[in-house]
């Protein structure tokens, strides 16, 4: 167990809709990142937070959005889902922010019908 | 091209032999390497981490760096069952608004009993 928890463990929607993930770090962890996995992209870098401030941006659409609340928590929101998001979404958290010991969650798998 | 390239696998061995996992990158700004290990239906989770060219040994692991090559290894000696995994390179640079890690595609082992 990595310490880092993430609801819903599986999620099936429609096109068109939105979904949130939700993502709590470890105890004491002040960063954390959001990675999508798909089969043929591997993990994908989104998005980082520190301490609640946005700190590094990767591939992520414009439809998603990602916030760190002041408890910690992050929350990933994906919008006018398509087929092709359909994917599992990893949380990740790390005591810094330049450390490359990253803490996974065991991810929200998303089906889009 | 990919910046960071790896084999997808899968690769099959009989338990007991030397395991021997690549990547090779294109981003000479690359200073950190880690391995992952990604079990099915789990979260990837760290094994190694090293900095810089050169070798790091942790029991029957070990990571190799050779940044003149761009080229990264991960040996896994006396190979059990319980190994088979995903195996994921991952690696990050420096400078500022990029130290999220990069990670290749990941390779699928499976030891034979």
């Known amino acids: 167990d990595s310490g880092v928890t993430q609801t819903p463990k599986h999620l099936i929607t429609a096109t068109g809709q939105r979904v949130t993930l939700r993502c709590s770090p470890r105890s004491g962890d002040l960063s954390v990142y959001w990675y999508q996995q798909s089969l043929d992209q591997g993990l994908q870098f989104l998005i980082q937070y520190y301490n609640g401030e946005e700190r590094a941006k990767g591939n992520i659409l414009e439809r998603f959005s990602a916030q760190q609340f002041p408890d910690l928590h992050s929350e990933l929101n994906l919008s006018s889902l398509e087929l092709g998001d359909s994917a599992l979404y990893f949380c990740?958290?790390?005591?810094?922010w330049g450390t490359g010991e990253l803490f996974f969650g065991e991810g929200s798998r998303l089906t889009v019908l | 091209q990919k910046e960071v390239e790896q084999d997808p696998g899968p690769l099959s061995v009989p338990e007991g032999a030397i395991v021997s996992l690549n990547c090779t990158y294109s981003n000479s700004a690359f200073q950190y390497f880690m391995w992952y290990r990604q079990y099915s239906r789990k979260g990837p989770e760290l094994l190694m981490y090293?900095?810089?060219?050169g070798n790091k040994e942790d029991g029957r692991f070990t990571a190799q760096v050779d940044k003149s090559s761009k080229y990264i290894s991960l040996f896994i000696r006396d190979s059990q069952p319980s190994d088979s995994a995903t195996y994921l390179c991952a690696m990050r640079a420096m400078d500022t608004g990029r130290r999220a890690l990069t990670f290749g595609s990941g390779t699928r082992l499976q030891v034979q009993p």
């Open positions: 090293t900095y810089s060219s």
């Open positions: 990740a958290s790390s005591v810094a």
